[in-house]
Nanobody, 122 residues
Framework: QEQLVESGGGLVQAGGSLRLSCAAS??????MGWFRQAPGKEREFVAA????????VYADSVKGRFTISRDNAKNTIYLQMNSLKPEDTAVYYC?????????????????WGQGTQVTVSS
């Protein structure tokens, strides 16, 4: 089982930026993703990236504003979030899945981090 630790969340004004990080406990060749869950809502897909770092996948709601990337030498993935909106407020989770193909389905992921809170004020 892989341990994942997110960091970088916080409070930001609308239009601002944050960068989330997710450090994995070991060397991983897995695809990884970011999901988020707002109060009273289901967990939703945000972005995913294969081990190679190419062919990233994004939810329509964040396309053009968020960028997922990874540094395999550091066993870390990132989520650069720009032009943040109040509706981006949520707990953000990173997740790892077996195999290198990214997925937008939460059920495809095996390991999850504890989450980091992102709050965007209007």
């Amino acid at each position: 089982q892989e341990q994942l630790v997110e960091s970088g969340g916080g409070l930001v004004q609308a239009g601002g930026s944050l960068r989330l990080s997710c450090a994995a406990s070991g060397r991983t060749f897995n695809a990884m993703g970011w999901f988020r869950q707002a109060p009273g809502k289901e967990r939703e897909f945000v972005a995913a990236i294969p081990w190679s770092g190419s062919r990233t996948v994004y939810a329509d709601s964040v396309k053009g504003r968020f960028t997922i990337s990874r540094d395999n030498a550091k066993n870390t993935i990132y989520l650069q979030m720009n032009s943040l909106k109040p509706e981006d407020t949520a707990v953000y989770y990173c997740a790892s899945k077996s195999g290198g193909v990214p997925s937008a389905s939460a059920s495809a992921y095996n390991d999850w981090g504890q989450g980091t809170q992102v709050t965007v004020s209007s």
